[in-house]
Antibody
Framework: EVQLLESGGGLVQPGGSLRLSCGAS????????MSWVRQAPGKGPERVSG????????YYADSVKGRFTVSRDNSNNALFLQMSTLRVDDTAVYYC??????????????WGRGTLVTVSS | EIVLTQSPGTLSLSPGERVTLSCRAS???????LAWYQQKPGQAPRLLIY???SRATGIPDKFSGSGSGTDFTLTINTLEPEDFAVYYC?????????FGQGTKLEIK
């Protein structure tokens, strides 16, 4: 079955760190770019980070640049998001998403169920 | 950054009706790189349409997309109870990729 499963969310204080993981199955993981997309309560989605199939190219939204780091382990079909210096406005459900291809303009054709990150004191 | 504006914010309709949702971009969307997603409460978004008018795998033909440039629409024929959800448009032609704020379809 083609699926993505996130883990690692939780409650963290402002300034803290958290590492999200995403396990993939049912497709050739290394052939596709992957992204992290977050959705704050009552808001539309926002792509915060992406990584190419081989891991050599990455993308970060301005809102997280310098604080978040995306990585992947193709041998274990896993995607990661290391989040540091977390802020209250980082509170959201974080989704792991499969890009439609490895390069060029791409949409998201598969999403995980999401993991909730709450930043609060 | 391309801003996507969806209208209306909420629509109240009855099962069996036909609906057209609007998504307007602040600048032209390159090569019609516009997608639509459906999201039900507590679930992840599901891809419906990509390339403005191509249906994703497994999506029934009651869903159709159209448009180009700055104006795009999603049409849903013969609404069924499972179609009542939030719909988002998404442009992936220019970085940063952006999403609309969503249109909620609710049962009248």
């Amino acid at each position: 079955e083609v699926q993505l499963l996130e883990s690692g969310g939780g409650l963290v204080q402002p300034g803290g760190s958290l590492r999200l993981s995403c396990g993939a199955s049912g497709f050739t993981f290394s052939n596709f770019a992957m992204s992290w997309v977050r959705q704050a309560p009552g808001k539309g989605p926002e792509r915060v980070s992406g990584i190419s199939g081989g891991g050599g190219a990455t993308y970060y939204a301005d809102s997280v640049k310098g604080r978040f780091t995306v990585s992947r382990d193709n041998s274990n079909n896993a995607l990661f998001l290391q989040m540091s210096t977390l802020r209250v406005d980082d509170t959201a459900v974080y989704y792991c998403a499969k890009d439609s291809k490895n390069w060029g303009s791409r949409y998201f054709d598969l999403w995980g169920r999401g993991t909730l990150v709450t930043v609060s004191s | 950054e391309i801003v996507l504006t969806q209208s209306p914010g909420t629509l109240s309709l009855s099962p069996g009706e036909r609906v057209t949702l609007s998504c307007r971009a602040s600048q032209s969307v390159s090569s019609s790189y516009l997608a639509w997603y459906q999201q039900k409460p507590g679930q992840a978004p599901r891809l419906l349409i990509y390339g403005a008018s191509s249906r994703a795998t497994g999506i029934p033909d009651k869903f159709s997309g159209s448009g180009s440039g700055t104006d795009f629409t999603l049409t849903i024929n013969t609404l069924e109870p499972e179609d009542f959800a939030v719909y988002y448009c998404h442009q992936y032609g220019s970085s940063p990729y952006t999403f609309g704020q969503g249109t909620k379809l609710e049962i009248k």
